[in-house]
């Protein structure tokens, strides 16, 4: 019950992360941001799985592919902020 409750409350802070980035990109139209914010998205999906989900399921190990999407698309962004400064 507490870890359920508390994954909810990590699956919260991540939600807040997105929006936090989800204003920047409205503001700027910066791809960054928006990726960042999906990314964050991605993570409380994650997190919000991994409660629901009992800890002796065995299907419990394709949640980290969730967290590695996430990550992946950190990586992009910063690949493609970078790519989008050389072509200048």
Known sequence: MLRSMLNGAVAMGWLACALFFLRFWKQSHERLFGFFALS????????????????QDERRNYIYVARLVAFLIILYAIWDKNRGNRRR
Do not use: E, H, K, T
Request: charge should be negative; hydrophobic fraction near 60%.
């Open 40 to 55: 964050f998205v991605v993570q409380a999906l994650n997190s919000a799985a991994s409660g629901l989900i009992d800890a």
